[in-house]
């Protein structure tokens, strides 16, 4: 079953707007991780945050948590025509050293 | 070197063929998994080898057989594919930890693209 939920399915915004992934999820976990994926290649790690962490930055990239909510938002600042990709949230429950991916979000980044 | 190789890039094959994928890093990682991921749709665990031992099988058909000789390469032998088996098959491989179990980041080799007529 699915651990990890994002939304919205699809985003399309223009160069240099920002964008922002959101990603809801089940049972406890210890991190959550963000995840790139470019049309039909293989994944790419973005960042991870930990469950004791609300914040992380990374470049352009901010992830928050709330544990509380079981959700993680992603945000792309400043995008760019690369940043076209999908997005995927994976999560694994306590005792588990396995991922589970969430659906994933397409992000489109127009010129 | 950060990278996973994966081999074939792309791969047809009829449903009576027997076929390899194959899989290779020099991290230094103890884990690896092999993923399944059809079109708009995330992956999915298929295995997972720890310490070169099969330690998760996600209740993947028999059709597909892993092995992993050593610690930095990683088989997946096909064998009576159907054609609903047609995706993207994932390798990854990250360090393992034993203590806690928490997750650790994976690194993704770039795929094999499977078609089976």
């Not at chain 1, 004791?52 to 352009?60: L, T």
């Not at chain 2, 990682?29 to 092999?34: D, E, F, I, T, V």
Request: proline share 4%; aromatic share 8%.
């Amino acid at each position: 079953s699915q651990q990890g939920e994002e939304d919205p399915q699809a985003l399309s915004i223009q160069e240099g707007e920002n964008a922002t992934m959101n990603c809801s999820y089940k049972t406890s976990i210890n991190n959550l991780q963000w995840y790139r994926q470019n049309s039909g290649r293989g994944l790419v790690h973005l960042i991870l945050i930990r469950s004791n962490e609300r914040e992380k930055h990374s470049g352009r990239l901010r992830v928050t948590l709330d544990t509380s909510k079981k959700s993680s938002s992603l945000l792309i600042t400043a995008s760019r025509a690369a940043d076209t990709a999908s997005y995927f949230c994976a999560t694994g429950r306590s005792g588990y050293s396995t991922l589970t991916f969430g659906k994933g979000t397409m992000l489109l980044v127009s010129p | 070197d950060t990278e996973v190789t994966q081999t074939p890039k792309h791969l047809v094959m009829g449903m009576t063929n027997k076929k390899s994928l194959k899989c290779e890093q020099h991290m230094g990682h103890r884990a690896m998994y092999w993923y399944k991921q059809k079109a708009k749709k995330p992956p999915e665990l298929m295995f997972v080898y720890s310490y070169e031992k099969l330690s998760i099988n996600e209740s993947v058909p028999s059709r597909f057989s892993p092995e992993c000789p050593n610690s930095s390469l990683l088989n997946l032998h096909l064998h009576a594919l159907q054609p609903e088996d047609s995706a993207l098959y994932l390798c990854a491989s990250s360090q393992v930890r034993i203590s806690d179990a928490k997750q650790e980041t994976q690194y993704f080799g770039p795929g094999t693209r499977l078609l089976v007529l």
